[in-house]
C-alpha cells in the first residue's frame, strides 16, 4: 500500500513527522521527516536516508522518473553509493532503530 500526498506543502502528524513531496513536477515521490531521520521515495522504494546528519543515496538503478528523484535529493551523483551498499546500510538503520524501539517503555 503506497502512501499519498498531494501537493508540495505536506502533512504534519503532531510534532513527530512531516510527510511531503520533494520533487517538483513529478509524482511517485515522498519524504518522511521525523527528528533525526529522513526518507526518500521514489515509487514505495526508499532511494535515500538521512539518519543523524549521515546521508545516504543510492545510485539510480530503475527509471528515468527516479532519477529525477535522486537529482532532486542531490545532484552529485558522486554521492550516491551502489544498490547492494544502499541496502545493507539501509538495513543497519532499520535493525538499529527495532532495537532502540524495542527499548522504550
Excluded at 42 to 68: D, H, P, Q
Aim: charged share 20%; proline share 1%.
Amino acid at each position: 500500500m503506497g502512501v499519498s500526498v498531494e501537493g508540495g506543502d505536506g502533512m504534519k502528524i503532531g510534532s513527530l513527522v512531516e510527510i511531503s513531496t520533494f520533487c517538483q513536477n513529478s509524482h511517485h515521490n515522498l519524504k518522511i521527516a521525523f527528528t533525526g531521520l529522513t526518507l526518500w521515495f521514489s515509487y514505495e522504494e526508499c532511494i535515500a536516508f538521512k539518519w543523524l546528519n549521515k546521508m545516504v543515496i543510492c545510485e539510480n538503478r530503475w527509471n528515468k522518473t527516479t532519477g529525477k528523484h535522486l537529482n532532486a535529493i542531490d545532484r552529485d551523483k558522486k554521492l550516491r553509493v551502489n544498490f547492494d551498499n544502499f541496502r545493507h546500510q539501509l538495513t543497519d538503520l532499520t535493525t538499529h532503530l527495532q532495537i532502540y524501539l524495542s527499548e522504550l517503555p
